[in-house]
DNA sequence: TACTCACAG
DNA sequence: GGCTGTGAGTA
C-alpha cells in the first residue's frame, strides 16, 4: 500500500494545487558560470578552455575549465594570469561615452598592453544585453517542454513539472509498469480519499542523473519516487535540448520543493542533476551541513538575526530546530516571541525580525528545514520599468555635455531591451514614463521623471535622448550651480509604466477610441492582455509559443494541452530521436507549428555582427 | 507614489 | 567588488 493518496497524485495534474501536493515535483535548473559559458560559445571555445568574463579589470564569471587553475570571482585579471598563462579573458560589450549602440571589443581590455585597446570605465558602459538574449532564448526552450516556468534569475529557472510527470505517467504506452494504475484511473475506478496501489515491482524505467542516497534506502519506495524518475528522465532531455541547440551546460536540482530542489542543483556541478528523493531530505539537509542560511531569502541579515536569536549552534543547525521543535510550529513561535520580548532595550539589535510576523517566521522555519516550505512556481510578470545606471569615476561627468554624452548610452540601451521585448512577445511595449535620476559626492540623489508623450507606434531612442535631456538640463538649471554638483558619480534613466499594444496596430484600432489600456500578466508564458474601456470589455489570451491568441482562457488552456502532449509524445516516443538530425526551426516549425521571429534588426545587432563576424551565437534567429 | 533597504546573482 | 535587478516596508 502507498501512503499517497489519489488526489496526491491528481492534484499533480493542477497547475495551482500542484505545488501543495505531497506529489509535488519541481526542478531548479542552473546554467553553470553564465556569463562565461556565453562568451566561450560566441568565440568558439571549448568547454575546456578557461575562459573567463570580464569586466574593466574583474572577473565577473569563471568557466569550470579555468576553476582547475584555482581562479575564483574575486582574482583581479592579473591574478588569475598569474594561475594560468593560457587563460581567454573575454571582456562583455560594452557602450562608448557618446554612441548607443553597444559592441564587443574582442582583443580589447585591461590586460592588454596597447594602450589604445584598454577598455575603461570612463569612458565606457557595460552591456549585459548579450546575457539577457542568451537567457531568453534558453527559457524559450523551457516553456516549450513544460507549462509552469519560474525565470528565477537570468542564469536559473523554476520547473513545476506536476503536468508533465502525471502524463508521462497516465498516458506514456512505451513503458509498461503502469498499465495497471492507468486502467484503473482511465476507468474512473478511484476514489480520491483511497490510496494509491502499492509501486509495481521491477519497473522499466531508470533514474537519470544522482539520486542521494546515503542510507542506500530503495530507489523506488512509493510513488513520489516514480514521479521524480520520471522527472530526471524529463530534465535530462530537456536539458540535452538546451545544450544541442545553444551549446549551454546547466546543472538541475529535482525535489519536491523550490527550496531543496535549489540546494540540490547546486549540489553538483557542471552539467549534473541530483535528485532528492523525499525520504532523504533530511539526511541531504543534515549531512551536507546546510545551515538556516543557505536557505534562498536567508543568505543575509535575517538569516543571521534568527540564528542569534535561536541561539542556534553552529552545526547542524537545521536539524537542531527540527528537534527541538519537532510537532508543530507553535512552540517555535512561542519560543521567537520570548526571546524576543527578553530582548528589551536590545530590541533594536533585531530590527529585522518584526515581532508581529512571528507566527509567519516560526511556521516558515519550521517547514524549511522540513523540506516543506512550499512555495508555487511562478511565471513573473513580464516588465514594470527599465533602467540603465552608469556609476561615474573622476571626472567622466563633469557637466552638462557629459551628462548627454551618457544619455546617449542609456537611449541606445534601453531602446535596445525594448525592441528584445517586442519581438520576444511580437508585441509592442509602449513606457509613459521617464526618469532620470543623478548623484554626485555632496549630494544623494536628484531625481525628475516626466511623461512620455508617445507619438505614433514607434518610440525609439531619440524619445528617451530628448525626453532624458530635457529632465537632465532641468536639473542641471536648479543644481549646476551648487559647488560639488559636478563632477557626478552616478547619472541614470529608467523608463515604466509600459503600454503593451498588439504590432501594426495602434491603441484605437484594437480597442476604440476612448480606450484606457490597463495590463494584467498571467502567470506562465500564457498572458493575457485585458483592455477596459467604457463600453466594452475584451480579453484577449496568448499562447507565446505560437502567437495564436483566443477569446477565453478554457480555449487557451486547451490549446496548451496540445503542446504538452506534443513535447511528451515526442520525448517518450523516440521522436526526439528522429528529429534529431532537424534543426531546430525545422524541430520548432514540426512541433509547435510555430514562426521563427524575424531577424533582429536593431541597431545593436547590425553593429554586433560587424565587430563579430565569426559569431554564429544568433544563429537561430536568421 | 517615491524612496530606502535587503537580498540575490 | 562592481553592477543590475526585484520585492517589502515606509513615509
Redesign the pocket.
Known sequence: MSKYKWRDLVDINSKTRSHLSALSCIAHIDANAFFAQVEQIRCHYTKDDPVVCV?WS?I?AVSYAARKYGIT?MDSIGDALKKCDKLVPIHTAVFRKGEDFWQYHDGCGSWVDDEDKKLT?ENF??S?DPYRRESRKILKVFNEWCDVVEKA????VFLDLGRCCFSMLMFDESVHSFNEIRRVFKEGEYDLDLYLPPVPRNLDIQFDGNVYNPEKRSLFEDWDDVIFCLASILTNRIRSNIEEVLGYTTSCGIARTKSISKLASNFKKPAAQTIIKNSCIEDFLDNEKFEITSF????????QELSQLLNLPKEKTIKYIRDSWPTTSDELKGFIDTKLREMGKDRDKY??I?ET?TQAIADKLFQLVRGEYRLSVNA?PM?????????LRGNSCKNFKDCIAWLEVFSGELDGRIRELEQEYNRLFIPKTIAISVRGHKF??H?K?SSLMFTGSHIHSKDFLEAGSRLTQELDMKFGKDSGYYPLTNLNMSISNFEILEKGKTIVDMFGRQAQVTKKVEPGNFSSVESVTAENKESLFLCQPCDLSFSSEEQLREHADYHYALKLSESLNGANEDSKNLSYGERRLLFSKRKRPACSSSKNDSKRVKSTPQSDIYKFFK
Open positions: 569586466q574583474s565577473i570571482r570605465p558602459k557595460v549585459l534569475s537570468v542564469d536559473e534562498w531569502s536567508m543568505g543575509g541579515i535575517t538569516g530590527h529585522t518584526d510576523q513573473k516588465v514594470k520599468s527599465m533602467m540603465s545606471n552608469k556609476n544623494q540623489k531625481a521623471s
